[in-house]
């Protein structure tokens, strides 16, 4: 069954540090990918996705990923995090059934806070 | 992207109780789906709501539990039935506007049920 690994539940950097947060997934092709944000109350907003081409993929907010097909990894990197960064992120997958997306599996986050 | 609001956006509600939750969108799209995110956890794909049709559930839902409609492509609307404090949870609509696109997903309607 395909699955979705955030293998840090709670994560704490100093405003201006670099992020790194770990999506790894489990699927038998190339999935496509995808990275949301929560903040507290909020619904979830895209920050970025991968369906294929360039394994580098920019997003909103400064954010960027890196899908590394042979570690089955889709980790998010931010070079300098914000005080208003703090929220809950979530990776997710759509497994990829002839071009359509449906049931996104999410893992099951990583919430980061940001110390002044 | 598509502008998704929920009703309500939260309630309060009593054992045995039902409460239908609404999710419209801004224009038409292709897809239609509610999740649920109990405290503290990842969300959880409930159905896709089909229109014109019955839902499609996930294992582990049923339409008696979580009767679903959508009768038309900007509109939807999930009830929870018989509720326990167990259904206590943020439920959330997400849409896709093509195939192979994007969910994008509504505020999410944070029930507690008492």
């Known amino acids: 069954a395909q699955s979705v690994t955030q293998p840090d539940i709670h994560i704490t950097v100093s405003e201006g540090a670099s992020l790194e947060l770990r999506c790894n997934y489990s699927?038998?092709?190339?999935?496509?990918l995808f990275w949301y944000v929560q903040s507290p109350g909020q619904g979830l907003q895209l920050l970025l996705k991968y369906f294929s081409g360039d394994t580098l993929v920019q997003g909103i907010k400064g954010f960027e990923a890196e899908f590394k097909r042979s570690q089955s990894s889709f980790n998010l990197r931010k070079p300098s995090v914000h005080w208003s960064d703090a929220a809950e992120y979530f990776c997710?997958?759509?497994?990829?059934?002839?071009?359509?997306?449906?049931?996104?599996?999410f893992g099951t986050g990583t919430l980061l806070a940001v110390q002044p | 992207s598509a502008v998704i609001s929920q009703k309500p956006s939260r309630d309060i509600c009593q054992r045995g109780t039902s409460l239908t939750i609404q999710c419209q969108v801004d224009s038409q799209v292709t897809m239609m789906f509610w999740y649920h995110q109990q405290p503290g956890q990842s969300l959880t794909l409930i159905a896709t709501a089909n229109q014109g049709s019955e839902a499609t559930y996930e294992s582990g839902f049923v339409i008696d539990k979580f009767p679903i409609s959508r009768p038309n492509l900007t509109f939807s609307t999930l009830t929870v039935s018989n509720m326990s404090p167990e259904d206590s949870s943020i439920y959330l609509c997400s849409v896709t506007l093509d195939l192979a696109d994007t969910q994008y997903f509504g505020p999410g309607t944070r029930l507690t049920v008492l």
């Open positions: 699927y038998g092709a190339t999935p496509y």
């Open positions: 997710a997958v759509a497994p990829n059934y002839g071009g359509a997306t449906n049931k996104l599996i």
